[in-house]
């Protein structure tokens, strides 16, 4: 079965510094999705990837699907304190969608 | 916009009670999905319901009962409730399943004690 795996599993940043989130998939990648979560509500989604190469922006937060289509990067540019929250990519596994463990972001004003 | 909404938002059960959390969504999806989430292990598909009359099994579906009364309605069912099960159980859907974005409910507070 397709397996997520989030790197880093948590990350403090200060306020304005630049992050990487990766997620790393087991299988080739057919659609992938990247979702915030603040503690104790639901998920928000943030951007979904399905070509290798493809890459997207929102705002400050830009996610890339590589060529290989076994790993997506989920990048913030100037960090603010609203950035903090987890950080959850998921993938279409034979229709249904699997989830990584998520990236626990705290961002210091 | 209601979207998805799930039903207790908390809840506390003892050991063996059953329960059913409720879960409606108004967007006319097809498919709806309940998912547990778990400290360090992100979310994990319980059931899922691929379009009306029909139910599969997810990645954890062991102590779970799921029943899709309709179009709009998933329904999770714990029978016997065990200290294991106390999570955040969180409702979604999509128009599909595969390449749609996926929408959540607000999530369901389950603590078995």
């Known amino acids: 079965s397709q397996e997520l795996e989030q790197s880093p599993q948590s990350l403090i940043v200060q306020e304005g510094k630049n992050l990487t989130i990766n997620c790393t998939s087991s299988k080739t990648l057919y659609g992938l999705y990247w979702y915030k979560q603040k503690y104790g509500e639901g998920l928000i989604f943030l951007m979904m990837l399905q070509k290798g190469g493809e890459e997207k922006s929102h705002e400050k937060i830009t996610a890339k699907l590589d060529e290989k289509k076994q790993q997506s990067s989920l990048h913030i540019t100037a960090s603010q304190p609203s950035h903090a929250g987890i950080y959850l990519c998921g993938a279409d596994n034979t229709g249904k969608l699997i989830f990584g463990q998520g990236t626990t972001l705290q961002v210091k004003p | 916009n209601a979207g998805v909404t799930q039903t207790p938002k908390f809840q506390v059960l003892k050991t063996g009670q059953s329960m059913t959390l409720q879960c409606a969504q108004d967007?006319?999806?097809?498919?709806m999905y309940w998912y547990r989430q778990d400290p360090g292990m992100g979310l994990r598909l319980i059931y899922y319901s691929a379009s009306e009359g029909t139910t599969d099994k997810g990645e954890v579906p062991n102590g779970y009962n799921v029943s899709r009364l309709n179009k709009r309605e998933f329904s999770l069912r714990l029978e016997s409730a065990a200290p294991s099960q106390t999570s955040v159980y969180f409702c979604?859907?999509?128009?599909?399943?595969?390449?749609?974005?996926?929408?959540f409910g607000e999530g369901s507070w389950l603590t078995v004690v």
């Open positions: 979604a859907s999509s128009p599909r399943t595969g390449g749609n974005t996926i929408y």
């Open positions: 967007m006319n999806h097809n498919s």
